[in-house]
């Protein structure tokens, strides 16, 4: 079995990689230098290594393979981590939990009501410009 690791790692150093796996692993490392390593991100959201694998709809090994490794994740990991941290930060109330429940009857309740929060405030300040806008209207005709 040593022999077989020792053949395939001799292998994939020599793979000469295509230019689109190179622009792959320098957005991964600009992903990297934003959001930091997996690690940092999951010490962030404050969840287990299992609830991270569960999160990112993959194996419990394949976070620990690729923690062992070095952060290791394939590029789309990385993206993934991008885009939902950043929705985080857009809909502050959407924690892990969300995507990590299994009804999803309650998942589509919790999401509207987060919507509808988001919402409200923005709805009160169109009503109130409108109520405005036509006292302006009223005033110069």
């Known amino acids: 079995m040593d022999d077989l690791d020792e053949i395939q790692s ?3 150093k020599k793979r000469v990689k295509t230019s689109i796996r190179l622009n792959y692993e320098a957005q991964v490392e600009v992903i990297k230098k934003q959001v930091g390593s997996l690690e940092d991100i999951r010490d962030r959201l404050q969840l287990s290594q299992r609830k991270m694998a569960q999160l990112l709809l993959v194996d419990p090994s394949a976070w620990s393979r690729w923690i062992a490794d070095g952060d290791s994740a394939p590029p789309h ?3 993934a981590l991008q885009w939902y941290l950043a929705l985080i930060e857009k809909i502050p109330g ?3 939990a969300y995507f990590l429940q299994k009804d999803t009857q309650a998942l589509k309740k919790e999401f509207i009501q987060i919507a ?3 919402i409200s405030p923005v709805t ?3 009503e109130e410009l409108s109520h405005k806008a036509n006292k302006i209207v009223e005033f110069s005709s």
Do not use: C, G, Q, W
């Open 10 to 12: 001799t292998f994939d």
């Open 77 to 79: 990991i990385y993206r």
């Open 94 to 96: 959407l924690s892990p």
């Open 116 to 118: 509808k929060n988001e």
């Open 124 to 126: 009160k300040t169109i």
